[in-house]
């Protein structure tokens, strides 16, 4: 199929990453911003994030093996029952390699053998003390990063059984990366998949059904209203840079697109929050009517560390009005 591709390229920024000293966790600095975001996940195609193995699962009169959906076991009243979930750690990584795209961070490659194809200065962060925006943030090796993601639980009945196609894996060469990746010997950027409508195919997998709505609570420590935004635009929560995002498996074949909305945000305010209760986690500032203003300030105070042209062009990968279109069900 000669079909156009179902993702592109975000490619890397000028200039070197942009690193500094880490804020810290051990305690809560005032001058900083702190808190949860409490946000709702609406499902624009069905969720499919794996446990890495299938069994069987009835529909209708049939029994299909097919991949499973992220689940734990939930107490509920007087009972524990087992809801299905995308998971913190899937959610985390996705608006991470948003964040990452987005500004001047470092890229972290695990096989040395593509050190050559990324910019200079762009390898991963080596010290605690010289930290990009992506490590400070999500964390690095010794540095355990400012947010945490709780699992967004999906209500009940949001399971669907869909046949997807077929996953191909593009053919690698033994050394360095796919030529499709490279553009005069470099790599041409980050790769994001498109959003699309999922076409049907032979592989039945478990998944959260389209139109579901999932709560989720990012905490956040020690901010600066800069960083905040930054991790607000990586969600598709900047007032002028609205996009949903695309989590989980099967992004190829149209799976995993999601509108975050912002329902509301919890700051502590350092220490008056500590003066008021001793304790950190009490008193809670509700940015409740005010929540469009502030997230208008937190979007302007990013700018000085967003890169509008990746901005611009991951704004484009994942548009919304690719959901009008089906993905490819073949081999691209
Ligand atoms: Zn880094």
Redesign the pocket.
Known sequence: MNGEKPYDFVPFPEGR?DRKQGAGQDKLDARLLSGTLELTLHTLTPVHVGLGYSDFIKAGNQEYLAALQASKPIREDDTTRRRYLIPGSSIKGAVRSIVEAITR??IRITQSKHRPYIPQGYG??MSVND??I??RLFG?QDYQGHVSFEDAVAPKGSLVLMGTPLLWTPARGGRGLPPRYLERDRAKGRKFYRHARPPSGADPRACIKSGAELPLRIHFLNLSEAELGVLLTALGLHPDHPFPIKLGGGKPVGLGSVQVKCQRINLLQGADALKATGRLGQAHTPVGSDLDAFLVRCANAANALIDDDALGKLETILDKAGLQKTAPADPY
């Open positions: 990453p961070s470092c991963g962060c930290l990009c992506a490590c690095a």
